[in-house]
């Protein structure tokens, strides 16, 4: 039973550090595309990137690692409640800090227009008709407002009027955009959660062990 308990709590334990290889491989892919050269095909990706938390992913990926270390004593010493406790209470940390930037996310969503309006305003012209080129539009709420950026898929106002404004294209890429990696990220909550109950149920194996060896020597002093 005891082996069985503990080949659970190293897979979830495994699982658990996948989670975090995944926090940074996000950060890690995340800032390289955004280091590259703005073009078309991920103008709209780095922009949603730069305004996710990409910084605070990073930090508590390096502290997914830690508490990960902090399990290691578990085996070489079979009977030690006391790092077991406080890798528990650093999962919770690390769930409670995924969880926030998932929520983060959650709530960009919600607010995508009004979001997207202020993210449109503050970029140049030349990204601004990147992204009429990325979703054949002019403009953003239409060609006037504000006023279209005349490039090859907005030759003229004629041409402005007919294809609409970005707004709903680019509010939809970035609902599925933001939706992807917020629910990837309460996908990895899951994970420790489930680290999190095999962590106690092998702390609590182990308090029932330690309270039987005390009885056995009870009765080995009665003798």
């Given at each position: 039973?005891?082996?069985?308990?503990?080949?659970?709590?190293?897979?979830?334990?495994?699982?658990?550090?996948?989670?975090?290889?995944?926090?940074?491989?996000?950060?890690?892919?995340?800032?390289?595309?955004?280091?590259?050269?703005?073009?078309?095909?991920?103008?709209?990706?780095?922009?949603?990137?730069?305004?996710?938390?990409i910084t605070g992913t990073l930090i508590n990926a390096i502290f997914v690692?830690?508490?990960?270390?902090?399990?290691?004593?578990?085996?070489?010493?079979?009977?030690?409640?006391?790092?077991?406790?406080?890798?528990?209470?650093?999962?919770?940390?690390?769930?409670?800090?995924?969880?926030?930037?998932?929520?983060?996310?959650?709530?960009?969503?919600?607010?995508?227009?009004?979001?997207?309006?202020?993210?449109?305003?503050?970029?140049?012209?030349?990204?601004?008709?990147?992204?009429?080129?990325?979703?054949?539009?002019?403009?953003?709420?239409?060609?006037?407002?504000?006023?279209?950026?005349?490039?090859?898929?907005?030759?003229?106002?004629?041409?402005?009027?007919?294809?609409?404004?970005?707004?709903?294209?680019?509010?939809?890429?970035?609902?599925?955009?933001?939706?992807?990696?917020?629910?990837?990220?309460?996908?990895?909550?899951?994970?420790?959660?489930?680290?999190?109950?095999?962590?106690?149920?092998?702390?609590?194996?182990?308090?029932?062990?330690?309270?039987?060896?005390?009885?056995?020597?009870?009765?080995?002093?009665?003798?």
């Amino acid at each position: 039973m005891a082996n069985k308990i503990m080949i659970t709590f190293v897979g979830t334990n495994f699982l658990f550090l996948v989670g975090g290889a995944l926090l940074v491989a996000f950060a890690v892919v995340s800032r390289n595309d955004m280091d590259r050269k703005t073009t078309e095909a991920n103008v709209a990706n780095n922009l949603l990137l730069h305004y996710s938390p990409i910084t605070g992913t990073l930090i508590n990926a390096i502290f997914v690692f830690a508490t990960f270390l902090t399990a290691l004593p578990a085996f070489i010493l079979p009977l030690n409640r006391v790092f077991l406790k406080l890798h528990g209470w650093l999962v919770v940390i690390c769930a409670t800090f995924t969880m926030i930037v998932g929520l983060i996310l959650w709530f960009d969503t919600l607010k995508t227009k009004s979001r997207l309006n202020t993210i449109w305003g503050e970029q140049p012209a030349s990204e601004q008709s990147l992204l009429q080129m990325k979703f054949n539009c002019c403009g953003y709420a239409n060609s006037t407002s504000p006023p279209f950026i005349q490039d090859a898929t907005c030759t003229g106002d004629l041409v402005a009027a007919t294809k609409g404004g970005c707004q709903t294209p680019f509010t939809n890429f970035s609902n599925k955009f933001l939706d992807l990696i917020f629910t990837a990220a309460f996908g990895i909550v899951g994970l420790d959660v489930i680290h999190l109950l095999s962590t106690v149920v092998v702390i609590k194996n182990r308090q029932e062990l330690e309270r039987y060896r005390h009885i056995d020597e009870k009765i080995n002093n009665g003798i």
